[in-house]
């Protein structure tokens, strides 16, 4: 029942801003490390940032100084404020979460089905 939503996509110009958010909902009991991927055309997947439960950030190189995680353990959401893009950063972008799902005694990683992203002009 455990779902991930990622929402905000779309056609932005180089230099412009963008934020995606993401929703988790179902039945979660408590989550942990929440985190944003992206996967550009023949190109793996790769992490972009991540957020743990008590706020510690993680970025990687080519989005830092230029992107900011954030979340809101009320509402189970967790959003990407993306500055200064470029048209590199076009891509599917996903979020996930690792977390404890209702009556579950293990943790366990969801996915989003991803949202679209292209910075052009």
């Known amino acids: 029942q455990v779902q991930l939503v990622e929402s905000g996509g779309g056609l932005v110009q180089p230099g412009g801003s963008l934020r995606l958010s993401c929703a988790a909902s179902?039945?979660?009991?408590?989550?942990?490390?929440m985190g944003w991927h992206r996967q550009a055309p023949g190109a793996q997947r790769e992490l972009l940032a991540s957020?743990?439960?008590?706020?510690?950030?993680n970025y990687a190189d080519s989005v830092k100084g230029r992107f900011t995680i954030s979340r809101d353990n009320a509402k189970n959401t967790v959003s990407l404020q993306m500055n200064s893009l470029k048209p590199e950063d076009t891509a599917v972008y996903y979020c996930?979460?690792?977390?404890?799902?209702?009556?579950?005694?293990?943790?366990?990683?969801?996915w989003g089905k991803g949202t679209q992203v292209t910075v052009s002009s």
């Open positions: 996930n979460a690792l977390l404890f799902s209702s009556g579950s005694h293990a943790l366990q990683t969801y």
């Open positions: 179902g039945s979660i009991f408590s989550i942990y490390d």
């Open positions: 957020i743990s439960r008590g706020g510690v950030t």
